[in-house]
């Protein structure tokens, strides 16, 4: 957290509160948050905080490699992760939520791939979680 305050300093980035609390925002959350959720989120402290801020602090963070984005949801809002490591992502259809999905994969635990060095590698899966799959069950049961 500090570290990337400190990175964004030495770029010459300023850094105002909102950013600041971006930041916290991010580092503090599991989930994979849209502009939008993180400019809700944000706005209850900071009423002034610009969608611009939030889009260019975004940027910034993404330059440094702290965050990722990921545009699993087919025709809808990139969503942002604040977790960098390389892994995969799976989505409900059911109720729309994002999970991490560790997977035993060789190219991304070497990081390389015929001599070429791996920065982003992202697969999407999509299906029903484990949540909704125990719902549907239970429902049948009862009918
Ligand atoms: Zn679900
Ligand atoms: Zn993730």
């Known amino acids: 957290m500090k570290e990337i305050l400190e990175k964004l300093r030495v770029k010459g980035v300023t ?7 971006i930041v916290e925002f991010l ?17 209850r402290k ?10 260019s602090t975004l940027e910034l963070l993404k330059e440094l490699g702290e ?3 990921l545009s699993i949801r087919k025709r809808g809002k ?15 259809r059911k109720c729309g939520k994002i999970t991490d999905v560790e997977v035993d994969c060789p190219i991304i635990k ?11 590698a992202q697969a999407y899966l999509y299906g029903v979680c484990s949540e909704c799959l125990k719902k549907e069950k239970s429902k049948k049961d009862k009918s």
């Open 67 to 69: 965050i990722q984005e």
């Open 110 to 120: 070497k990081g390389w791939v015929d001599e070429c060095k791996v920065e982003e």
């Open 46 to 55: 900071y009423p002034t905080m610009s969608m611009a801020t939030v889009y």
């Open 78 to 92: 990139a969503c942002f992760d604040s977790n960098p490591k390389l892994h995969h992502h799976f989505l409900c």
């Open 15 to 21: 850094l105002t509160p909102q950013r600041i609390a």
């Open 27 to 43: 580092k503090k959350i599991t989930a994979h948050p849209t502009v939008d959720d993180i400019h809700k989120a944000i706005r």
